[in-house]
C-alpha cells in the first residue's frame, strides 16, 4: 500500500465512525435486524447507509484531487539560514575544498580534494535493525499466505525526528528537509521521508513530486525584495541572468544499491545549489578545457543538450528531458521507464560477460540464459516498486532526469613506482550520484596529486563503474546475436 493508499484508509475509516456518530441520535443504538416489526428503522438504517456511502465517496473524490506538494517560496533562504546557523554551532560540519577540472573525452570534469577531510569524523553507524512493535506469534491469512513483515527501522536514524539545528522544515504530508552534516558543497540538504522507508526500493511518487517542489521553489525564487522577470504568459524570460539570489538551480540526486556509494538505509534524496558547485572554478586556471573552452556544466543537463555528450562517457546513461507541466504520475512514469531501461542493459552486460560454456552444454547453457532473461525482462515491464534489483545513481534537474546503472562503487587509483618500476595502489576514487553532476571527489593529498598529474586516468576511473559505453554498431550486434540464439531454440 503507498502513501496515498493509505492516508485514504485511515481518512475514510475516521469519516465512517464520524457519520456514525453523528446519525447515532437516529438510529435507535437497541435496533436489531433480527426483529421482523421493525421496518421503519430497518428503511432508516438503510438509508443511512447510502448516506455514509455517498459521503465516502465524495471525501475520496477529494483525496484524488490532492493539491501538489508545495516547497515554501523562501526555501532558499530558510536553508542558507539553517546551515550558517548549523556551521556556527557545530552541528555541521564543512569542508572545503581545492577544485581542478580533467578533461574526460571533451567533457569538463569537476575533481575536487579537501585537505580536512583527514580529520573528518565518523558519524554513527546504524547498530541493527529492530522492530518496534510489540511481538506477536506468526500468523497467516485465511488463503495462508503470510502476512505483512512488521515495519523495521535502524536504532540510530539520522532523520527520525531530526534535531531542531539539522531540520530547515517540514514538507507536508510525507517528508522533511533537512541539513547535510558533512557538507563539502555550502547549504547541502536532503529530503527524507518521515516514515522509515528503504532507500533500497524504487522511489514513490511522492518522492518525485517533493523533490520537483524543492527545485520549482528554488528555479522561482526572487530573493528578498526582488521580482522576476516573466514575459505576458508568466514565464521567466530568457537571457534573465541573475545572481543566486535570484533562479537558483538545483542538482538532486539519489543513491540507490550497494555499488551506488549509498549510506544511510533510511530513503533520502540529496539537493544542492548549483551555483554553490562552482565556487572555485573561477579561480583555477585549468577551468577552460581542451575543446572550444567549455566551462563546467552539470553533466545531466549536458545529456539533453548535446546529444554527443552521451556518447562520449565511458559508461552507459539513460536520460529523459522534463517540463514543469509534467504531472506527478508523470514524471514517476519517466523515473520507471528510466529504471526499466537500465536494469534491461545490466542483465544484458551480465549475460554477454558469461564465459562461453563448452559445446557439450552450450545449448542447455543458452536455454537457461534465455528463460532467465525472459523473466527479468517480464520483472521490469510490471516492477512499480518494492526492491530494486540493481545499483543505479538517479539525478534530477528542472530540466532532465538521468539514471546510471552501477556495477561498482570506484575503483583503486594506482601510480608507477618510479624506483621498482611496478603499479602501485595509492588509493580509490569511490562516487556517488554526484557523478551526474559532473564531479569527483578524492580524499588525500596523494590522490589528488596523483590524478592531476594523469588526468585521463579519471576517465578511465569512471569507466569501473558502471557498464561500458560501447559503440552504437557493437551493441547492435551484441542485441542481433541474442535474438539469433533465441531463434535457434524455436
Keep these: 500500500m503507498n502513501q496515498h493508499q493509505g492516508t485514504s484508509a485511515r481518512a475514510t475509516h475516521d469519516l465512517i465512525e464520524a457519520i456514525r ?70 552541528d555541521v560540519n564543512f569542508y572545503p575544498t581545492q577544485v581542478t577540472l580533467v578533461d574526460v573525452n571533451s567533457i569538463p570534469f569537476q575533481l575536487r580534494f579537501s585537505p580536512s577531510l583527514a580529520n573528518k569524523p565518523k558519524a554513527p553507524k546504524p547498530l541493527g535493525i529492530i522492530d518496534h512493535r510489540v511481538p506477536s506469534p506468526p500468523s497467516t491469512t485465511s488463503v495462508g499466505s503470510p502476512l505483512p513483515t512488521p515495519k523495521k527501522k535502524l536504532v540510530f536514524d539520522p532523520f527520525d525526528n531530526p534535531l531542531p539545528s539539522m531540520l530547515v522544515c517540514p514538507l507536508p504530508p510525507h517528508h522533511n528537509l ?127 543538450e548535446d546529444k554527443e555528450t552521451e556518447k562520449k562517457l565511458p559508461f552507459q546513461t539513460f536520460a529523459e528531458r522534463l517540463t514543469p507541466e509534467m504531472t506527478g504520475e508523470e514524471l514517476h512514469g519517466v523515473y520507471l521507464g528510466l529504471y526499466r531501461r537500465a536494469r534491461e542493459v545490466v542483465r544484458e552486460y551480465q549475460l554477454s560477460s558469461q ?31 518494492g526492491e530494486a534489483t540493481i545499483s543505479y545513481n538517479l539525478a534530477m534537474t528542472r530540466d532532465v532526469m538521468v539514471i546510471i546503472p552501477r556495477l561498482a562503487e570506484g575503483a583503486a587509483i594506482v601510480e608507477k613506482n618510479l624506483e621498482s618500476g611496478e603499479e602501485e595502489v595509492v588509493g580509490k576514487l569511490a562516487l556517488n550520484g554526484t557523478v551526474l553532476a559532473g564531479t569527483a571527489l578524492v580524499k588525500s593529498q596523494r590522490e589528488w596529486d596523483v590524478l592531476r598529474r594523469n588526468p585521463s586516468r579519471v576517465g578511465e576511473l569512471l569507466g569501473c563503474i558502471g557498464v561500458p559505453n560501447e559503440p552504437e554498431w557493437v551493441k547492435e550486434a551484441k542485441r542481433e546475436g541474442r535474438r539469433e540464439e533465441r531463434r535457434g531454440l524455436l
Design 21 to 90: 456518530d453523528d446519525q447515532s441520535q437516529t438510529i435507535d443504538p437497541t435496533f436489531s435486524e433480527l426483529s421482523p416489526d421493525n421496518g421503519q428503522r430497518a428503511a432508516t438504517r438503510e438509508h443511512t447507509q447510502k448516506l455514509i456511502e455517498q459521503r465516502i465517496a465524495l471525501q475520496m473524490t477529494d483525496m484524488d484531487a490532492m493539491p501538489p506538494i508545495k516547497a515554501p517560496p523562501n526555501l532558499p533562504e530558510l536553508v542558507r539560514a539553517a546551515f550558517n546557523k548549523a556551521r556556527a554551532s557545530g
Design 178 to 304: 533537512v541539513l547535510n552534516k558533512f557538507a563539502i558543497v555550502p547549504e547541502h540538504f536532503i529530503l527524507s521521508t518521515r516514515e522509515y522507508k528503504e532507500q533500497t526500493h524504487l522511489l514513490e511518487q511522492s518522492d518525485l513530486e517533493a523533490t520537483r517542489a524543492c527545485i520549482e521553489a528554488y528555479q522561482q525564487y526572487a530573493g528578498p525584495g526582488g521580482e522576476e522577470k516573466k514575459d505576458e504568459a508568466g514565464k521567466r524570460k530568457e537571457g534573465d541572468e541573475r545572481e543566486e539570489e535570484t533562479g537558483s538551480k538545483l542538482y538532486a540526486f539519489f543513491n540507490c544499491g550497494e555499488h551506488s556509494g549509498a549510506s544511510q538505509p533510511h530513503r533520502h534524496l540529496q539537493l544542492l545549489v548549483v551555483q554553490k558547485m562552482r565556487e572555485g572554478l573561477l579561480e583555477d586556471v585549468e577551468t577552460e578545457t581542451k575543446e572550444g573552452n567549455k566551462m563546467w556544466e552539470v553533466l545531466a543537463q549536458w545529456l539533453i
Design 355 to 385: 564465459p562461453q560454456p563448452s559445446s557439450q552444454t552450450q545449448t542447455q547453457s543458452r536455454q537457461t540464459s534465455t528463460a532467465a532473461g525472459t523473466a527479468a525482462g517480464e520483472v521490469d515491464e510490471i516492477q512499480t516498486g
